[in-house]
């Protein structure tokens, strides 16, 4: 709690220890085991990433939060960041992971063995406590036939959300019908979907495929496949077949969101004769019905939103302990209350995560 406000924080991450890949991974794949450079028997995970920005970045780590360095980013350092910024109950999605389950090259049923690994030992981490550590599962799109059994596993384990990358998976966007009962079982289940793209990956990314930088790369990857992600979802009719299925954009603000659902709307306006069997109303009104946002705190055009979309689809995250995290950030969220107001605050701090995890 921070100033009288419960905190959720949507978007918090793990730092998966390098050995966890040789331990969790079952004995016929453990030869994959990633090594402590990102590499997967010699060939490098991370696509476009500079020495200087990995060296830069772990500094910034370094400097922000020396006691969890020191400890490997184990649970007990995570809650106490927790605890320290205020925040109640934070939602774990992976770190490294993000590049390893990215990799269009790996075979699907590598990817799986890595999928499996991943939550068996996220179920482990998040022991420690339970209360504030939340597991999002991870899904292997790399192999559509195996996402319902790993999902029910993992919702077996008591987890309300899974990780899903926006990005094309082997070809397939996120409406291929191949995901199809994915979409059923979440639906299902009362399982929140995660949209979180992840700069540097080996898949197809917005970017990626014509600049080399850092500030060029990950100014586009984020929000555009998530733009291009939500899309998919609803013109592929993912989000009409399943009017129950919850899904939240992450770690990519919130300035595109207006611009992007007016642009739907208008297309859909001239052309709806095209996708009339799968969008049945407006791209928007998907938007306002199943689908929320994680907003940056500094964006500076929070109120305009605001009166754009409303507050009920609005979520946050600190993004701990990336680059983009800063020390602050709860304070910068809870001191939205003088533009805003208590009780928007509160719905994007407590009432919206709560709702859009399905906690109780």
């Known amino acids: 709690m921070f100033n009288g406000y419960q905190i959720v924080d949507v978007d918090s991450h793990v730092t998966e220890p390098p050995e966890i890949w040789a331990k969790y991974l079952e004995p016929a794949f453990k ?43 184990d649970p007990e350092t995570h809650v106490s960041a927790m605890m320290q910024m205020g925040v109640d109950i934070c939602f774990l999605y992976p770190n490294t992971g993000l590049w390893v389950f990215a990799n269009d090259a790996m075979a699907p049923q590598l990817a799986g063995a890595f999928t499996r690994a991943y939550n068996n030992w996220l179920r482990d981490f998040c022991s420690y406590d339970p209360q504030i550590l939340k597991a999002v599962g991870v899904m292997n799109l790399h192999a559509p036939e195996e996402m319902v059994q790993e999902l029910e596993r993992i919702a077996g384990f008591g987890w309300k959300a899974v990780f899903v990358q926006p990005n094309p998976i082997k070809g397939r966007l996120l409406s291929d019908p191949a995901y199809e009962p994915f979409w059923t079982k979440c639906e299902q289940l009362g399982i929140a979907v995660g949209l979180h793209a992840s700069a540097h990956s080996r898949v197809p990314t917005t970017g990626a495929d014509r600049f080399n930088t850092e500030f060029a790369i990950h100014a586009c990857s984020h929000p555009m496949e998530q733009m291009m992600a939500m899309l998919a979802l609803i013109e592929g009719g993912v989000l009409e077949r399943h009017p129950k299925l919850r899904v939240g954009f992450l770690e990519s603000g919130c300035g595109w969101l207006p611009y992007w659902l007016w642009r739907l709307d208008e297309e859909y306006e001239n052309l709806q004769w095209e996708v009339k069997d799968n969008v049945k109303m407006k791209p928007s009104e ?15 055009y929070l109120d305009w939103v605001i009166q754009s979309i409303g507050c009920d689809n609005l979520l946050f995250g600190t993004d701990y302990p990336h680059i983009d995290h800063t020390l602050d950030i709860v304070e910068k969220a809870v001191a939205l209350e003088e533009r805003l ?15 859009f995890y399905g906690l109780e």
């Open 341 to 355: 107001s208590q009780k928007t605050v509160h719905k994007i701090l407590w009432d919206n995560p709560v709702r």
């Open 31 to 73: 030869s994959f085991a990633p090594s402590p450079d990102m590499k997967i028997k010699g060939e490098e995970i991370i696509h476009k990433i500079s020495a200087q920005f990995r060296s830069t970045a772990t500094q910034q780590m370094m400097q922000r939060h020396p006691m969890s360095v020191l400890n490997g980013f």
């Open 286 to 300: 998907y938007f306002r019905r199943q689908c929320f946002v994680a907003i940056e705190p500094n964006e500076p």
